[in-house]
């Protein structure tokens, strides 16, 4: 998963593709491939590695043609090599795909496939797709319908592109849920295909951005927008300004926003090659991780700033329950000082979006000087956290530009999961069949994220309601209570309102004195092991006139009858539902600030990476 290209016109396809592709390197892949419909027949070019190695090997081999498409891939189902890399044909080799995303229900879609002969040559979930559309073109129906009957199969967030050779008067893409966007750019005589505007910025400025649980048919002279359900849709032409930094934003107002979206598309482009579905197995390549000093370890120290740090937290419940491993969260300013008891059975795992943050830094420095394991979670590739580290996970979630981090908050929550279910494999403490379930949930993140934030809408006309107060109250409790922390610093950041988050149960040692009708409480409130202690917060903070807004899962009718407003998230397992109960906070945070008329990718006094203690 990661970029898309498609072009339908009368220009040659692959220069357009490929110097598309290059626009959107900087999110990063693994391989890449193209497709293009030379006479009546589609020719794939791929490879593992950069663009450069697909780029050599198209000047040994060139292909001529359009229409086509091309694809950059992080790995998620099979190895980052060129046998599982995009575009994927059929095995009539007369269709073709490409997509973002991961198909949930692969597995048993392959199996059913399996069964009626079909033969896989890749080891993707991607493959599953083309057959699928094989599958029902062989019922006698064309590539449009095929499509659609594809789409409403499979499960999961995801955006496909397909072509086939039979029709070659046309591209379908789809967006099912929120696994990434999808341009469409309007060109004359010609159209385009892209994940994300400035892969299509010099060919065109009027683009249509596909809705989630939306389907395209675009040929070189229109654009048919449906709904998977078949119904007619209207789009909106947005005319983007050729402004680099304009465009980059897209149809979203700040980049806060747009990136608050992008993380549907971030983790699962963090699940990348690190992940074995089949085998229910992790694997993170980059932490140089060893069975014997997996065995080792006897103390894990997370230290990290601000919302970093609050991720962390979520990383201590998740690596004690499953790794057995005890962990301590220190915040990185006050490590070196808190003289910490470390030695070569110790790791210091660091978290930092941008890598260069300088007390994290210094955290590091005194975790090598004192001859403890050093780890870390970044975002900034080479930057001095990753360089100075013994190991490292990328968090792959592409550059953050709004200061106050979104994206890079979410990924390291599943960095920490997978590191927990990889250090419990090599320790022995976990059995198979809990390691293949834990593994298995990863497969729902994407979806999740997606179905929550198709919800913002709610969350606005909550934001309206709340976009006056001076002071408000976050509370969670178990694996949720960091995020009612992280909730309070988004709303203090961008809004410069007064927000505290605290442990729910602690609310009667002290914050209930300050609850009354001024005083909002957001109550963390998920189906999770703590669900029952959480309603007891809800009854004593509306017992004292409170106002309340429960963050619950879909269909919690106690927590509908007790709250002034919910903000409704779907179901969860509970180890991962931390990444989705911060969204709807997320988005309350953007929106009031952003009704207050305030600086939101830019709010006062802070910066982006800090650099001096």
Known sequence: ????????????????????????????????????????????????????????????????????MGHTRWATHGAPNARNAHPHL?????????????????????????AEGVEFQSETDTETIVHLVEHYLATGIGLVEAARKTFNDIQ????????????????VTARIGNAGGVVLGMGQDENFIASDIPA?????????????????????????IETLDGAKVKP????????????????????????????????????AGRVDFANGKIRLPDLNLTEELAKKIDKIYITACGTAAYAGMV???????????????????????????????TVVLAISQSGETADTL???????RKGAIV???????????????????????????????????????????????????????????????????????????????????????????????????YLGRGINMPIAYEGALKLKEISYIHAEGYPAGEMKHGPIALIDEHMPVICLAPKDPWHEKMISQIQQAKARGGIVIAVATDGDEVVKGMADHVIWIPESPWMLSPVVTVLPLQLLAYHIAALRGLDVDQPRNLAKSVTVE
């Open 375 to 473: 780890w870390s979670i970044v975002n900034a590739i080479g930057s001095q956290a990753m360089r100075v580290a013994d190991g490292y996970i990328s968090m792959q979630t592409g550059p953050e530009i709004g200061v106050a981090s979104t994206k890079a908050f979410t990924a390291p929550l599943v960095d920490q999961y997978m590191l927990a279910i990889l250090l419990a494999d090599l320790r022995g403490v976990i059995d198979e069949k809990t390691r293949r379930q834990l593994v298995s949930d990863l497969r729902l993140v994407p979806d999740l994220v997606g179905r929550t934030l198709e919800r913002e809408d709610d969350v606005e006309v909550i934001a309206h309601a709340l976009k006056d107060i001076r002071d408000c109250l």
């Open 1 to 68: 998963m990661c970029g898309i290209v498609g072009y339908i016109g009368p220009r040659d396809a692959t220069p357009i593709i490929v110097n598309g592709l290059k626009r959107l390197e900087y999110r990063g892949y693994d391989s890449a491939g193209v497709a293009v419909l030379n006479g009546d027949q589609i020719e794939v070019r791929r490879d593992a590695g950069k663009l450069s190695q697909l780029i050599e090997l198209l000047e040994k081999s060139p292909i001529d043609g359009a229409p086509g």
């Open 156 to 171: 999961g967030a995801n955006v496909i592109v397909l072509m086939s050779a039979d029709e070659p008067d046309k591209i």
């Open 315 to 345: 990383g201590k419940y998740l690596i004690e329950k499953i790794a057995r491993i005890p962990v301590e969260v220190v915040i990185g300013s006050e490590f070196r000082y808190s003289d910490p008891i470390l030695d070569d059975r």
């Open 90 to 114: 059929g095995q009539t080799k007369r269709v073709v795909v490409v997509q973002n995303g991961i198909v949930e229900n692969f597995l048993e879609l392959k199996d059913e496939l399996t």
């Open 200 to 224: 299509i910025m010099e060919h065109t400025r009027d683009v249509i951005f596909l809705e989630s649980h939306q389907m395209a048919v675009v040929t070189r002279n229109t654009m048919t």
């Open 362 to 368: 210094a955290a590091m420095e005194e975790g090598r």
């Open 236 to 271: 909106q032409v947005h005319s983007i300004s050729w402004d680099p930094v304009a465009a980059e934003k897209g149809e979203y107002r700040h980049f806060m926003q747009k990136e608050i979206h992008e993380q549907a598309r971030a983790l699962t482009d963090t699940l």
